[in-house]
């Protein structure tokens, strides 16, 4: 009983120390995810032009990224629908 107590304790210690991540890390991995983001040729900064693409994509909707000026729009009405309507069109 006395190691199964501890084994959870340790285990516990592990994954909250597992989530904490540096905040300098953290945000090296955002910057790069950023960056992916931001060479996507389908991120719009008007509703209209995501509206067209997501048309020609066979998709209804849109969905955004972003807040104030940074936001920006994407073809499909979530990010997953969007996914898979390229998938589908790169394989034929």
Not at 28 to 56: E, G, L, P, S, W
Not at 73 to 87: E, I
């Amino acid at each position: 009983m006395r190691k199964l107590f501890l084994l959870l304790i340790c285990g516990f210690a592990l994954e909250a120390h597992h989530n904490n991540i540096h905040p300098e890390i953290e945000m090296a991995i955002n910057k790069a995810k950023h960056k992916v983001f931001r060479a996507n040729k389908d991120v719009y900064k008007t509703m209209a032009q995501a509206r067209k693409r997501a048309r020609a994509l066979g998709l209804r909707g849109i969905h955004s990224h972003g807040r104030g000026s940074e936001k920006r729009f994407m073809p499909g009405s979530t990010h997953q629908s969007y996914v898979r309507a390229v998938r589908r069109k790169k394989n034929g």
